[in-house]
C-alpha cells in the first residue's frame, strides 16, 4: 500500500481536491457507499430499534466530491436538488462564519472554512442537476 493510499483510510473526502493520487478506486467506491449509507440511515424511524450512524451535510457534501450528481444526493435525503444544494450552501456558510469568527478571536487553529474551502465547496454548488465535478473538470481541460 502506498502513503497516498494509507492516508486515503484516514482522509476525509469532501471535494475533488482531497482524493489522494493514486487513491484505489475501490476504496472510492467504499467511502462513498459509507456516505450514501449514512444518508439512507436519515430515513430509518428515530426510535429505530439498532444504533445507526446518521448522514450529516459532510456526508452529502461528499457526495458531489466522489462522483454523485446532485439528482443523486437529493434522492437520498428525500429533497430537491435545489434543496439539498441549498442544504450544502447553508452548512458551508456557517461553517465560513465559524472560521472567520475563530480568526477574529486570535484562536491559533481556526475551525470551520477557510476562504479557500469554502469557495470549493460553493464551486460545488453550482453544479447542474445531473452533473458530476469530475465531468466539469474534463470539460475544463
Known sequence: MTTDQARGE????????????????????????????????????????????RGTAADALAGP????TWYEVAALLDVSPDDARELLRAWAESQHRLYRGNLAKGRP????????????VLTLVELGDNETAGSRAEVAR
Open 10 to 53: 484516514r482522509l476525509e473526502i469532501r471535494r475533488p481536491g482531497d482524493v489522494p493520487p493514486f487513491t484505489a478506486l475501490s476504496r472510492l467506491v467504499e467511502q462513498r457507499a459509507a456516505h450514501d449509507d449514512r444518508l439512507m440511515n436519515n430515513r430509518l424511524p428515530a426510535d429505530h430499534p439498532r444504533p445507526v450512524k
Open 109 to 120: 487553529r481556526p475551525l470551520g472554512l477557510d476562504d479557500q474551502e469554502h469557495a470549493a
Open 65 to 68: 466530491a466522489l462522483g454523485a
